[in-house]
């Protein structure tokens, strides 16, 4: 069974930073590229990062380039989402998705269960 | 970016309704275009992919139609528990996006 599940979340001072993780179970996550998708409380999905099989390829929405950084560890079955600079904007539900596309294509089969991420004073 | 807008954006109907919603996009994406359906507090869930192919384990009430920039997801007939919230996105740009949601309530 595909298994997604994300930690690391919490609440966040404006211009803290914060690193989020997704731990993947029941593929052979190797082979799969993957996105981090993000929900603001009441409001409708974002895209926000996306991660090639061999972290050859990264993409980012314009609203994070420059202040997040998306990497994965093949070898741990994870994926991660370094956030600096946080901002109140930034506060979201945060899911990792696997993606069963490619660069042009991205198909989101499995999600995981989302993190909250809250960057307040 | 390309733009993603969903009409309507909230809808009420009831049970054996047949229901439509739209999604257009602001270039053409071909048929680079997935619905997924999310429910309050859970994870989306994939729909439709490539416009008109059904995701695995779907039931065959949900389908989809349209490419370039014009987009349809339908439900043949409503169950209880397809109310839910609606998004389609792109996948044709290297930015993928999403529309905004069309909530579908029960009426």
């Known amino acids: 069974e595909v298994q997604l599940v994300e930690s690391g979340g919490g609440l966040v001072q404006p211009g803290g930073s914060l690193r989020l993780s997704c731990a993947a179970s029941?593929?052979?996550?190797?082979?799969?590229?993957m996105n981090w998708v993000r929900q603001a409380p009441g409001k409708g999905l974002e895209w926000v990062s996306y991660?090639?099989?061999?972290?050859?390829?990264?993409y980012y929405a314009d609203s994070v380039k420059g202040r997040f950084t998306i990497s994965r560890d093949n070898a741990k079955n994870s994926l991660y989402l370094q956030m600096n600079s946080l901002r109140d904007e930034d506060t979201a539900v945060y899911y990792c998705?696997?993606?069963?596309?490619?660069?042009?294509?991205?198909?989101?089969?499995?999600w995981g269960q989302g993190t909250l991420v809250t960057v307040s004073s | 970016d390309i733009q993603m807008t969903q009409s309507p954006s909230s809808l009420s109907a009831s049970v054996g309704d047949r229901v439509t919603i739209t999604c257009r996009a602001s270039?053409?994406?071909?048929?680079?275009l997935n619905w997924y359906q999310q429910k309050p507090g859970k994870a989306p869930k994939l729909l439709i992919y490539a416009a008109s192919s059904l995701q695995s384990g779907v039931p065959s009430r949900f389908s989809g139609s349209g490419s370039g920039t014009d987009f349809t997801l339908t439900i043949s007939s409503l169950q209880p528990e397809d109310f839910a919230t609606y998004y389609c996105q792109q996948s044709y740009s290297t930015r993928r996006t999403f529309g905004q949601g069309t909530k579908l309530e029960i009426k």
């Open positions: 029941g593929f052979t996550f190797s082979s799969y590229s």
């Open positions: 998705a696997r993606d069963i596309g490619g660069i042009v294509g991205a198909t989101f089969d499995y």
């Open positions: 991660i090639s099989s061999s972290s050859s390829t990264i």
């Open positions: 270039q053409s994406i071909s048929s680079y």
